[in-house]
Nanobody, 118 residues
Framework: QVQLVESGGGLAQAGGSLRLSCAASRSIYTINTMGWYRQGPGKQRELVAVFTSGSTTNYADSVKGRFTISRDNAKNTVYLQMNGLKPEDTAVYYC????????????WGQGTQVTVSS
């Protein structure tokens, strides 16, 4: 089991910045995939940014150049720095972990609301 606790959401103006944090209850050093998804009003959940296979990163086209994912293995934490926020970034942001093994496992955080005003 992996518990994920997100923090850092809130209200920002367009063009502003927020940083999200996701703290895991165990070491993230060997986790296969860890990152962020979001679900906007009336939309399906979508990938925002993830680490795969260690340090490889994958970003949604809509956030490239504006958002940066980073990790601190010592703190078992992944961050999402969001700059140049747009109203369309408004969503609930979820931390996600996938562990590939004999039995694949997937865990989600509780979500944190990000609201961007124009």
């Amino acid at each position: 089991q992996v518990q994920l606790v997100e923090s850092g959401g809130g209200l920002a103006q367009a063009g502003g910045s927020l940083r999200l944090s996701c703290a895991a209850s165990r070491s993230i050093y060997t986790i296969n995939t860890m990152g962020w998804y979001r679900q906007g009003p009336g939309k399906q959940r979508e990938l925002v940014a993830v680490f795969t296979s260690g340090s490889t990163t994958n970003y949604a086209d809509s956030v490239k150049g504006r958002f940066t994912i980073s990790r601190d293995n010592a703190k078992n934490t992944v961050y999402l720095q969001m700059n140049g926020l747009k109203p369309e970034d408004t969503a609930v942001y979820y931390c996600n972990v996938k562990i590939i093994g004999f039995v694949d496992q997937e865990y989600w955080g509780q979500g944190t609301q990000v609201t961007v005003s124009s």
